[in-house]
């Protein structure tokens, strides 16, 4: 014992931020020839990243004048309620769809008593018939666990047969939601918004159902068809003040309105937009608490996260697994009160029992043995996550009030208005999925050559709808790797590996992956003459040739290989790599285009697809 206090870093010098850029310097200089150095501006430059929505990333954030605050109190960044227990979590809420009552009366039981707290039911003709909410319910204590409802087709059905068992079962702790939401029924459907029912329902609920919220804000039809961060929270905000407006004007106060409203919001994999997405909303929905009159206490957004289904992909469906716990860990870390994990097998079709086991125990682990929820906003206090909630809070909080301008939420989704900001995000988005700047693992990288597909009960084919279209992020490179499939005999191109091993190695296995994102076949050769190449390219049968090699090879073997590969009557040669590399002025007669990192996969292999001869 010392009466000396421990400081773990007392011999250390501070560093300052100058320190830090001199360290970057000498990284990125470190192989630039001498007077072509980088400045500290230009390598800044090159640490930053934008994303979709044009937030740029810092590469470094320090001490921030964001006020912090506290959990549990306005403006509820950190949270609506404060963790004062060690078994305080989240509500695990499972999503059931399947249209077998039995099945799905057997799952939500199983889910009950193996860790889920909640259920969550889609009606309609492709999910679950309204009829049969009684039998699919039938296993259930209502005063034990909440249950919501949503439909794509008659929300108030679901909802009137939700009320009628909770009064059929006499329930007295009745606690879930409706899940009345007339903006996202339109902009799932196309269909004109109707709000006429909502003030009635609403009034109905808070005198005989008060543990019940009657309306959702539902942000995840944006999601699916493509919404950024920033569109997602302004909708948001957007489609609560259109219900509150509504509200009032029925007699209904904002204050009662409050508690009559919970969101639903999407997760995803990037773990840091989405937990400062969670914290954005609670403070902006506060503001428009304050706004409006609401009391202080009564301000804070119960927020639904659910995994987010666009991020799901059909192949490779495995890493989903992984996608699925990053989005749980993000939105438990954000302070969402509600968390639904949709199952790995979610693009294959119904879940199974496994499937639901493993999206059910990815929150459980979560929750029970890594002990997020026990801790008030987590992230809370970190430059980097403060700052980002304060540009996605200020930047979404400026759409909002374009939205306004324009008549509101309503006009904004029956004019266009919402649309047209999504195609603008997704038009971003795709180029960078295309370059693979936005990298999906098991799909554009790293593909899985010999996957077997997932067994799955097909999903009921759903009525035709005309609102916003969903899509998956992977839909472009699945669509390549259905149309490789279908194609007899299968599509490929050729490798041509000039020199030995350790000059065309590396090229090699860069382009055999990205020929494999979409489905096809790389029959190669290694070194050669120009004639034996030939003679295994035409061996082959391929009409598609890619050379691979090192740039002191290509200078002397590219040109001349291409040019007998063409004289032999093969139809496209490419380098992998660049034509300048060749140092000849022929290659552009011989050499038809080229394959790096950073071109247009998805163009790339369309167009090599079309030249090889693949099926429409």
């Known amino acids: 014992m010392t009466d000396t206090p421990l400081q773990l870093a007392g011999d250390f010098a501070t560093p300052t931020r100058e320190d830090w850029e001199v360290e970057v310097l000498k990284v990125l200089n470190r192989r630039r020839p001498e007077g072509k150095e980088l400045t500290i501006e230009q390598a800044m430059k090159r640490l930053r990243t934008v994303t979709v929505d044009q937030l740029t990333i810092e590469p470094l954030y320090t001490e921030t004048d964001v006020p912090l605050g506290h959990p549990g109190v306005m403006p509820f960044t950190r949270g609506t309620m404060v963790k004062t227990s060690p078994m305080t979590g989240w509500d695990i809420r499972q999503l059931h769809e399947d249209p077998d009552a039995e099945f799905t009366r057997r799952e939500i039981l199983a889910d009950l008593e193996r860790g889920a707290s909640s259920v969550w039911l889609r009606t309609g003709s492709d999910a679950i018939a309204v009829d049969d909410l009684p039998t699919v319910l039938g296993s259930v204590q209502p005063d034990l666990a909440p249950i919501s409802v949503s439909s794509v087709e008659d929300q108030v059905a679901a909802a009137k047969a939700l009320a009628a068992f909770w009064k059929g079962s006499g329930a007295r702790n009745a606690r879930g939601n409706l899940g009345l939401d007339a903006l996202a029924l339109a902009a799932r459907t196309g269909d004109a918004p109707d ?212 008549g509101g939420m309503v006009t904004a989704l029956t004019s266009g208005l919402v649309a047209e900001r999504i195609g603008t995000t997704n038009a971003e988005r795709n180029a960078r999925l295309a370059t693979r700047k936005l990298p999906l693992t098991g799909i554009s990288m790293f593909p899985k050559p010999d996957e077997e597909p997932v067994q799955a009960k097909p999903r009921p084919a759903a009525p035709e709808r005309h609102g916003l279209v969903p899509r998956r992020d992977s839909d472009v490179f699945e669509a390549l790797r259905d149309r490789a499939a279908a194609s007899d005999p299968r599509p490929a191109a050729f490798l041509a590996c000039l020199g030995a091993r350790r000059d065309f190695g590396g090229r090699e296995t860069f382009t055999g992956a990205l020929l494999g994102v979409g489905g096809i076949e790389r029959p190669s050769s290694e070194g050669g003459t120009p004639e034996e190449i030939v003679a295994r390219v035409l061996e082959a049968g391929a009409n598609f040739v890619i050379l691979c090699s090192s740039a002191k090879v290509y200078a002397e073997q590219a040109v001349p290989v291409a040019r007998a590969l063409k004289d032999a009557g093969v139809g496209t040669v490419y380098i992998a790599g660049r034509k300048t590399e060749t140092a000849s002025d022929e290659v552009d007669s011989v050499i038809d285009g080229e394959v790096f990192d950073g071109m247009d996969v998805v163009g790339f292999l369309t167009t090599a697809m079309d030249r090889i001869g693949a099926a429409q």
């Open 195 to 406: 709000l006429s029912a909502q003030a009635e329902w609403v009034s109905a609920t808070i005198a005989e159902l008060p543990g019940v919220r009657a309306l959702t804000v539902d942000v995840l039809p944006y999601d699916d068809a493509g919404a950024g961060d920033v569109d997602q929270l302004a909708f948001a905000i957007a489609t609560g003040v259109a219900y509150l407006r509504d509200l009032e004007a029925a007699g209904i106060a904002p204050a009662a309105a409050f508690g009559q409203i919970a969101f639903r919001v999407s997760a995803n994999a990037d773990q840091f937009s989405t937990v400062a997405r969670l914290r954005a909303l609670r403070r902006l929905w506060s503001r428009i608490g304050e706004a409006s009159g609401v009391p202080a206490n009564a301000r804070g957004a119960v927020q639904h996260a659910v995994t987010s289904w666009r991020m799901i992909t059909r192949d490779d469906p495995w890493v989903n697994l992984l996608r699925g716990t990053i989005a749980t860990f993000a939105a438990a870390v954000g302070g969402a009160e509600i968390i639904t994990c949709l199952p790995f097998d979610t693009a294959w079709g119904l879940p199974d029992e496994f499937s639901r086991r493993m999206a059910r125990n990815t929150q459980a682990i979560a929750s029970e043995e890594s002990n997020i929820g026990r801790v008030s906003d987590p992230a809370g206090g970190s430059w980097y996550v403060e700052e980002l909630t304060e540009s996605l809070a200020a930047k979404a909080w400026a759409a909002f009030q374009a939205i306004e301008a324009a």
